[in-house]
């Protein structure tokens, strides 16, 4: 179900009309005059000398929808936006880099962030004033916001010297901030991993799993970096806490127990109750944390949450030409988590008495439910998210729970779904092509890696110039957009680079060297290191920013110094791995005082503490043996490996090793041990000589 809003009886489009994006076009029909983004608005904002309200969300966001159902619909509200601002609506997914200047204003005069983002700025896009969500009327101490606006208004009419003086000021700070070198430090590898690895685990929540308290985000950066971390140090609790946190995951109800996915986040510690919004990336990085949790446990139960994610991605966010969509809505027919939700009173009404009894026993199902969407006026009663409240059903249960959730997931199939936002980003797209290439390899499963190759080419023709060597950031309905950025780049070399891995196809090689050259000469600092947000010919934004955060999503610093590192060491180019360690310097501050806000990036610290490994397949790419051996030596936790081929613009080293017969040469520097045709004998080599770790 598309994310567009049908016409209201009555109303008429506003210029949002015009534009690609689902969410912009989710608000097409409000009394509103909204503007995209752009020039038009900046200058009416000018010639009439009105303040910007400036609008930041996305489509699957629900408090977005709150507000805009609360007051974006309203009249009266509109009315007052109408006269007194030029309001203008963004997509933060669209334009990351817009959302994170305004994301960083609100949250360094207000101490909190989120979505929508909601700022008032001057004609010169300079912000004064801005916040969250704000209600119709005053709440919880939570201003009105038509009374805001009012006041905004009589500021901006009595003491309009005063806010623009302000907004100079805090301009001028934010500016001193974004544009600060990075103050030097020492790049002690070893002590800030094992510093990084006590504090995360000093900060686990032993009883449900993950990091910190409510509302709880998977980040799944955190939990692969204590995988690598556990090895490295020979800290076997290490890793214990990362696969407590995947079971518990995997158990709760942010884990669609029947459809496969996980959403967003969850508003409790125990990951039950989630917002049930599922993105992209999300699901592209938990793939690659349910892989290594695999590969480490051997537990089958990991292999088949990873491949509960990528059939969910592949039955529900594929688009026909092979991209991927970016994201599933939490709500439908006006209620959150509807889709989802299920009474004791429905069941009963679906299932047989012995499949109703076993699977309101293993699902947790009672008749007060666990669920309220409270931001409904008409809240539904008795909702329970599906969670695994009993997991050690007898045996004899098992048959009558498969025929349970059968029945479930057809009756489920027949509700109004969650609109679907379809529009497609290289960098959420780059996130899934490598999470697939990579099962592909570690499952054995063809099925993925023809996923994988069909979303290249995907890409490759709709996002990429190769005249130019430029990469666009989304795609959607025939059209791409002109924004170039970081994440686009860094996060499509990663999937690059797994598929070239899982292929040894010199071309993909190729285009991974083409999409590294764009990200150095497009968003490099050559003064200081370290990788800019947006292009430096981008006139919209009043500021240049660097992502130094690995939240929900990595940082586009961060895998792109992973990426660079990787690709420096297949291809032999130093010129990358110094541009990725020139990086790492540069956040040796924030990688000893704060580790824990860059997880993905102590990854890349990991991957260069020592020089990783070599795994270097001789022979014909795709022939079967070769296939066979870059399966084996993706089947072994291993991240501190590159796997390479000898065809194409490879290291010179592998170039001088004998193509024929196919072999796998495990190498380090300039010596390799000697060749293995045998699959299983590289898992057993590449098992046994693991990372050399550090004994503290």
């Known amino acids: 179900m598309s994310l567009e809003t049908p016409n209201p009886p009555g ?34 904002a000018r010639a009439e000398a009105k303040p910007i309200f400036l609008s930041i969300g996305y489509s699957t966001c629900h408090w977005c929808h709150v507000m805009e159902r609360e007051s974006f619909e309203n009249d009266q509200i509109a009315a007052i936006l109408n006269r007194h601002f030029v309001s203008i609506k963004v997509d933060r997914e669209e334009r990351p880099d817009v959302d994170r200047i305004y994301m960083t204003f609100v949250q360094a005069t207000t101490g909190q962030g989120g979505w929508p983002l909601n700022v008032f700025l001057t004609p010169e896009l300079k912000p004064f004033f801005g916040g ?7 709440r919880q101490g939570r201003t009105a916001f038509p009374r805001l606006l009012e006041q905004i208004h009589h500021l901006w009419t009595t003491r309009r010297a005063d806010l623009v003086q302000s ?37 686990y929540d032993t009883r449900h799993g993950g990091f910190g308290g409510a509302p709880k985000f998977p980040q799944p950066s955190h939990p692969r970096f204590l995988l690598q971390y556990a090895r490295r140090c020979r800290d076997p609790e290490a890793a214990r806490l990362a696969l407590h946190t995947c079971d518990r995951m995997a158990a709760g109800g942010i884990h669609d127990q029947l459809g496969g996915g996980f959403a967003r986040y969850s508003v409790d510690a125990e990951w039950l109750v ?14 690659e944390l349910y892989l290594d949790a695999f590969l480490i446990s051997g537990d089958a139960r990991h292999a088949a949450i990873a491949r509960d994610i990528l059939g969910y991605v592949l039955r529900d966010l594929t688009d026909p030409a092979g991209g991927f969509y970016s994201a599933e809505d939490a709500d439908s027919e006006g209620h959150e988590g509807k889709f989802y939700c299920w009474t004791q009173r429905e069941l009963s009404e679906l299932l047989t008495p012995e499949e109703f009894r ?11 439910g666990n669920f309220m969407d409270h931001s409904h006026p008409a809240p539904l009663t008795g909702q329970n998210v599906l969670r695994i409240a009993d997991p050690d059903a007898p045996p004899a249960d098992e048959q009558l729970l498969e025929a349970a959730r059968a029945k479930m997931l057809r009756a489920r199939a027949g509700r109004a779904r969650p609109r679907l936002d379809d529009k497609i980003l290289a960098s959420w797209n780059g996130l899934m092509l490598g999470a697939l290439a990579r099962a592909s390899a570690v499952l054995s499963e063809a099925k993925y890696l023809a996923a994988a190759e069909r979303n290249l080419q995907f890409l490759r023709a709709r996002l990429w110039d ?25 996060f499509l070399l990663s999937g690059v680079l797994g ?35 947006a292009t430096g010919d981008q006139s919209d934004l009043i500021l240049r920013m660097k992502d130094d955060y690995d939240g929900a999503e990595p940082s586009g610093n961060s895998v792109a110094t992973l990426g660079l590192l990787r690709l420096g060491r297949i291809a032999g180019r130093e010129d990358y791995l110094e541009a990725a360690r020139r990086t790492l310097r540069g956040a040796a501050a ?16 990991d991957f260069e503490a020592e020089e990783p490994r070599r795994v270097v397949i001789s022979g014909e790419p795709g022939s079967a043996l070769t296939s066979a051996l870059v399966r084996a030596a993706h089947q072994v936790y291993c991240p501190d490996k590159v796997v390479l081929g000898l065809a194409g613009p490879v290291e010179s080293f592998a170039r001088s090793l004998p193509p024929e017969p196919t072999a796998a040469y495990l190498c380090a520097g300039l010596a390799c041990q000697p060749p293995e045709t045998d699959p299983e004998a590289v898992k057993r080599a590449l098992a046994i000589g693991g990372a050399s770790g550090w004994r503290a």
């Not at 969410?23 to 909204?34: F, S």
């Not at 001193?176 to 070198?181: R, Y």
């Not at 989630?274 to 592209?284: I, R, W």
């Not at 699977?359 to 007060?368: D, H, K, L, N």
């Open 11 to 44: 109303a008429r489009a506003n210029r949002l009309a015009r534009e690609k994006s689902p969410y912009l076009l989710q608000h097409q029909y409000n009394p509103v005059d909204w503007h995209p983004w752009g020039e038009a608005a900046f200058e009416k």
């Open 466 to 490: 190769e005249r130019e060597g430029a990469l666009y950031h989304r795609w959607r309905d025939g059209e791409r957009d002109s924004t170039q950025l970081l994440s686009g780049y860094a």
């Open 358 to 368: 076993v699977a309101t026993r293993y699902y947790g199902i009672t008749a007060a």
């Open 499 to 533: 598929l070239y891995e899982a292929t040894l196809d010199p071309g993909h090689l190729r285009f991974a060297i083409a999409l590294a050259e764009g990200l150095l000469g497009r968003f490099y600092d050559r003064e200081h290191g370290g990788f800019w947000q």
């Open 167 to 203: 907004a100079g000021d805090l301009h001028q700070r934010l500016a001193a901030t974004a544009q600060a070198a990075p103050a030097p430090g020492e790049l002690d590898a070893r002590g800030i991993i094992q510093h990084a690895g006590a504090r995360l685990k000093e900060r």
């Open 274 to 287: 989630p917002h049930f919004e599922k993105m992209l990336y999300d699901n592209a990085q938990l793939a």
């Open 590 to 605: 924030r990688l000893s005082q704060t580790p824990e806000a860059v997880p993905a990036l102590l990854s890349a610290l």
């Open 132 to 138: 969250t969500y704000f209600p119709p009327e005053t």
